[in-house]
């Protein structure tokens, strides 16, 4: 059972455009949320997160909504450029009563700005 | 080192075959995680250790699988009697203690 799901697969934006990325959750108790960044043949790469107790989060030309309601989070990317295009995760921090925890990954969105 | 090192970077192994994946996490980094990634799936959660303390291996496949780190540092991700289904990306990750966690590069298997 998927509990974080990506439901588009890839997207394509014109370059100095907003490219929107969606994330949809199910775990209600999830409550610490991140997006990672993945080019062919490299580890993902941390670029922002949120906490369930804010609904943005901005970091330059990116930012984060949440909604927590919807259990619906969404990566904002303006303006698009180029080198943005690689495979965006979006990922929920899980923790365990005993003190552990581990991060749940979607199966990710392939972005490709065109120039 | 400046990052999460992983070696290596790629590994061909016949199918029976015992393999060990290496791990350097950035130093000082408490946690350290392992995960698989399969050809268009997100990473896939194997287990979490908190220093040498393995506190979690609830994600491993199979008890073919065996994850250590014996210092607190190096980790080391063993798979004996390799099968074609063990074919992945293997992460491993770091991170200070909770919050977000640095990547490798992977270790990219392939079973035949």
């Known amino acids: 059972d998927q509990q974080v799901k990506q439901n588009s697969p890839s997207l394509s934006v014109q370059e100095g455009r907003i490219s929107i990325l969606n994330c949809d959750y199910t775990n209600s108790m999830f409550d610490y949320f991140l997006w990672y960044k993945k080019y062919p043949a490299e580890g993902p790469t941390f670029l922002i997160s949120i906490s369930s107790i804010k609904d943005k989060n901005e970091d330059g030309r990116f930012t984060v909504f949440l909604n927590k309601s919807a259990k619906h989070l969404s990566l904002h990317i303006v303006p698009s450029q180029p080198g943005d295009s690689a495979v965006y995760f979006c990922a929920a921090e899980q923790d365990s009563t005993s003190g552990t925890y581990k991060y749940i990954f979607g199966t990710g969105t392939r972005l490709k700005v065109l120039a | 080192g400046a990052g999460v090192s992983q070696s290596p970077r790629y590994k061909v192994a016949k199918r029976g075959q015992d393999v060990a994946l290496r791990c350097d996490p950035i130093?000082?980094?408490?946690?350290l995680f392992w995960y698989q990634q399969a050809l268009g799936q997100g990473p896939e959660f194997l287990t979490y250790?908190?220093?040498?303390?393995?506190?979690?291996k609830s994600g491993l496949p199979s008890d073919r699988f065996f994850a250590e780190r014996p210092e607190g540092s190096v980790s080391t991700l063993k798979i004996q009697r390799t099968q074609q289904e063990d074919s992945a990306v293997y992460l491993c990750a770091s991170s200070f203690f909770q919050g977000e966690a640095f990547f490798g590069q992977g270790t990219r298997l392939t079973v035949v």
């Open positions: 250790f908190q220093n040498e303390a393995q506190l979690d």
């Open positions: 130093s000082g980094h408490v946690s």
